[in-house]
């Protein structure tokens, strides 16, 4: 299957924002460093760098609609990369950021949507970068993770792949009429036991009032994990990082992805379903810093941005900041 039909190239005015200086490179912003990439070139190639970001956008909330949520997610890559773009830039130009576009909706074929999504995430794991994608629904998530089996990256044969996701929700509800925004680690687990591979997963934030007992059930059955919103306080930290590293250590990869319900509606009102009593920013800055110096992690997404509930792109900004962090904490390497 080609993802043409499903594949669109970003709009560059979307990067946009201010220029202090346009030669001083510590005085830059993110817009005056990211690049602009096809991913439908066949002959496209790269110079090397120490380290690629490359951004992909998901343009699609049908899940979210199936699932019976409130749609708006589909222009979450938009707004996130507004923010973005004003960020300013504290690494060294051994790493570069790529805009690779995004996967649309032209349609209501949201396993099409998905599948094409798993076949621009191979490509650019191909192409030697670390995939940072902006959602969209929270669906992306099966068509990520698709897209990591289906990727030649340097992974290891029959490594195991772990998935961290910051969400109020354990997203693994039967999905007999097609999946959804609240079916996709269920989906993974199904697709990890048709490949008899392991079925590593890891849910921080879950919410009791947001979850039935039946998903309690069905995550213990799956030999899912799970760290409770209520037990993530800064009384408990040391505790919570010796879980991770405890989680960390039993898998060779890790795919993280955050869903923006996780957080409270206070500081994220623009998202598909709001948590009055979600998780604190700051807790959950340091929880995915430390996953990513444990140097494990291979993939990134930030799923149920949604600006048309958004104030003030209240939401959109959080999604940028943690990207912010992804980024610096995955180079490593700050000019201060």
């Known amino acids: 299957m080609s993802f043409k039909k499903y594949y669109k190239k970003v709009n560059k005015d979307v990067w946009q924002g201010r220029v202090d200086d346009s030669e001083d490179f510590t005085a830059f912003r993110w817009h005056q460093w990211v690049e602009f990439i096809d991913l439908n070139n066949c002959d ?68 099409k949507q998905q599948e094409s999504l798993a076949l621009a995430v191979a490509k650019v794991l191909d192409l030697g970068l670390f995939p940072i994608l902006l959602g969209g629904g929270h669906e992306i998530a099966f068509g990520h993770y698709s897209g990591l089996l289906k990727s030649k990256y340097k992974l290891q044969k029959d490594a195991q792949i772990g998935v961290i996701n910051f969400d109020a929700h354990f997203d693994m509800r039967p999905y007999q009429n097609g999946g959804n925004s609240g079916t996709m680690f269920r989906q993974i687990a199904d697709q990890c036991q048709a490949l008899g591979a392991p079925y590593s997963y890891l849910a921080i934030g879950i919410q009791k009032c947001a979850n039935t007992v039946n998903l309690f059930q069905t995550a213990e059955q799956l030999g899912a994990d799970y760290i409770l919103a209520q037990d993530i306080t800064k009384s408990n930290i040391l505790e919570l990082l010796n879980k991770l590293n405890y989680y960390l250590n039993q898998n060779d990869y ?45 993939s990134f997404d930030i799923a149920e941005v949604s600006p048309r509930f958004d104030l003030d792109n209240s939401t959109a900004k959080l999604a940028a900041i943690i990207i912010f962090a992804v980024v610096n904490t995955l180079v490593g390497e700050e000019f201060h």
């Open 254 to 298: 890790i795919y993280l992805s955050i869903c923006a319900d996780v957080f409270s509606s206070a500081i994220a009102p623009g998202v598909s379903s709001t948590q009055p009593l979600g998780i604190e920013a700051e807790i959950a800055l340091d929880l995915i810093k430390h996953i990513i110096k444990s140097k494990k992690v291979i």
């Open 44 to 111: 496209l190639s790269l110079q090397a760098a120490e380290t690629g970001i490359c951004f992909l956008g998901f343009c699609s909330d049908q899940g979210v609609k199936r699932n019976g949520g409130r749609p708006g997610a589909a222009k979450g890559p938009i707004s996130i990369r507004k923010e973005l773009a004003n960020l300013p830039i504290q690494f060294t130009k051994e790493t570069k950021l790529f805009d690779a576009g995004n996967i649309i909706s032209p349609d209501q074929a949201l396993e």
